[in-house]
């Protein structure tokens, strides 16, 4: 069972704008949340993080936001850029999974000049 | 080295036949992680080190599957008798060790089952 969702497979942004890329999970259990993103041909690179502890982090043009009550996060990037075309993958741990990563199926993002 | 080391690249192997890929992780990184990428799929959890130690291997697909890091540095994921559900990118990463270490993941190994 998918407890990571990425609903959206994909999204298109023009340059400048904002992006946005949300993610669901389903294990209350989940204590640590993660971004990385994907270049063809590459492994994962991670892009930022944030503890359950905190509802927002902001790394830069990255910035996370959770909902812990709706098991909602979601990724802004502004100003989006061309480079930032690649697959956006969210990953979950929790105690109950130790240092496992849970990912979800990933979101493609173009960003358009 | 700079970064996670994967290799092959590439292995395309008849099914039936047994295949090793091979991580050089980070060095001075004291976990190790597999994982299996399916196409269209995020990247699923087959099995952790820590140094030496194999704490976690429940992703295993099956027991034809089996990871080992005899010297706490490079590891082996070897597949036995390949079948062609087999077919994925296998994903290596590392990390410092603390539970909430970013994962480094190298670029991978991409195995088709023919």
């Known amino acids: 069972d998918q407890q990571v969702k990425q609903n959206s497979p994909s999204l298109s942004v023009q340059e400048g704008r904002i992006s946005i890329l949300n993610c669901d999970y389903t294990?209350?259990?989940?204590?640590?949340f993660l971004w990385y993103k994907k270049y063809p041909a590459e492994g994962p690179t991670f892009l930022i993080s944030i503890s359950s502890i905190k509802d927002k982090n902001e790394d830069g043009r990255f910035t996370v936001f959770l909902n812990k009550s709706a098991k909602h996060l979601s990724l802004h990037i502004v100003p989006s850029q061309p480079g930032d075309s690649a697959v956006y993958f969210c990953?979950?741990?929790?105690?109950?999974?130790?240092?496992?990563?849970?990912f979800g199926k990933g979101t493609s993002l173009l960003v358009t000049p | 080295g700079a970064g996670v080391s994967q290799s092959p690249r590439y292995k395309v192997a008849k099914r039936g036949q047994d295949v090793a890929l091979r991580c050089d992780p980070i060095?001075?990184?004291?976990?190790l992680f597999w994982y299996q990428q399916a196409l269209g799929q995020g990247p699923e959890f087959l099995t952790y080190?820590?140094?030496?130690?194999?704490?976690?291997k429940s992703g295993l697909p099956s027991d034809r599957f089996f990871a080992e890091r005899p010297e706490g540095s490079v590891s082996t994921l070897k597949i036995q008798r390949t079948q062609q559900e087999d077919s994925a990118v296998y994903l290596c990463?590392?990390?410092?060790?603390?539970?909430?270490?970013?994962?480094?993941f190298g670029n991978g190994t991409r195995l088709t089952v023919t």
């Open positions: 990463a590392s990390s410092f060790g603390q539970r909430n270490s970013p994962l480094h």
């Open positions: 060095s001075g990184h004291v976990s």
């Open positions: 294990n209350s259990m989940f204590d640590y």
């Open positions: 080190f820590q140094n030496e130690a194999q704490l976690d």
């Open positions: 990953a979950a741990s929790g105690w109950n999974s130790g240092y496992a990563l849970n």
